[in-house]
């Protein structure tokens, strides 16, 4: 991206923080003039981007392809930029799975009383945690992993990226297990101050972003098969409908209340309907 950037007219300086609340707050205080952090990070400054990461939304990769693939098209162009910040590109890792302690647990109201790893810059995932009964454990992408090895919770929210990546297999042991049904779809999102950049930097870049998506995507699904087959597992059927009738309910109260952006609920619904 580097090298496109410079045929835009920007030359670019890399800067490398190991966490991500470090990279938005250098981000914030004008140290850089642009971040690549997760979608849970950038939603402070970016709500219709912020929203992928939405709990229940996007439900497979055909979903999460169609909907980057869509970014760059000019009736988004307005969403893109919110106050002083642009969204110029992402990166997918891919959907968070439930990863656990016992595999036994085959039901949401299993959880109840179990610690789950939740973010703190996501409200939605520590009100649904409280809602099926479980006990909200603040994680962030740095001691998330440590956590579950050391049996510090129960329930892992992550995506497979970070099994070979955390070495989770030795949080899950011979007991634990994954889920077969992603709860959420995780990105990393590519923000700018746009007017420190020329001014037809942002959609130039997403249109670079577009035609890397493929390649992006198919590298997710290379993630997922990292994981071993004898850690999947699924949930009866009557479960799934359960817990998809809560998303459903909670995702309402959501949108309502600020925290999940309509427009980009609503783009991502149009796009499943294109799927299905």
């Known amino acids: 991206h580097a090298l496109a950037a410079k045929k ?73 930029r919110e106050n002083e910040y642009e969204s110029v590109g992402w990166i997918p890792i891919g959907p968070a799975y439930f990863m656990v302690k016992d595999r036994s ?15 703190r810059e996501d409200p939605s995932q520590s009100r649904i945690a409280r809602r099926v009964g479980a006990i909200p454990q603040y994680i962030n992408f740095k001691n998330a992993a440590t956590q579950f090895i050391k049996g510090q919770i129960d329930v892992l929210p992550a995506p497979i990226y970070a099994y070979q990546a955390f070495e989770l297999h030795k949080g899950l042991g011979h007991q634990g297990g994954v889920i077969n049904y992603p709860i959420s779809y995780i990105s990393m999102t590519v923000m700018i101050k746009h007017q420190n950049f020329p001014k037809h930097y942002g959609q130039r870049s997403r249109q670079w972003f577009k035609q890397r998506t493929p390649a992006m995507m198919s590298n997710v699904m290379k993630w997922e098969r990292t994981l071993p087959n004898k850690y999947w597992y699924d949930l009866p059927a009557s479960e799934r409908q359960s817990y998809q009738r809560l998303v459903l309910q909670m995702r309402k109260d959501f949108i309502e209340s600020k925290i999940y952006n309509n427009a980009m609920v609503n783009l991502v619904l149009e796009k499943h309907c294109e799927v299905e």
Not at 34 to 47: D, K
Not at 105 to 119: C, D, P, Q, R, Y
Request: include cysteine; charged fraction near 15%; aromatic fraction near 12%.
């Open 8 to 80: 835009w007219g920007v030359e670019t300086q890399l800067s490398v923080y190991l966490e991500d609340q470090l990279a938005a707050k250098a981000f914030r205080e004008g140290q850089c003039d642009g971040v690549v952090a997760s979608t849970f990070t950038t939603r402070q400054y970016h709500h219709f981007m912020g929203t992928i990461n939405a709990v229940g939304l996007i439900a497979n990769h055909q979903v999460a392809y169609r909907v980057f693939a869509a970014l760059p098209e000019p009736k988004y162009a307005k969403f893109m």
């Open 105 to 119: 647990i085959n039901s949401i109201t299993h959880l109840a009383g179990l610690n789950v790893g939740v973010m």
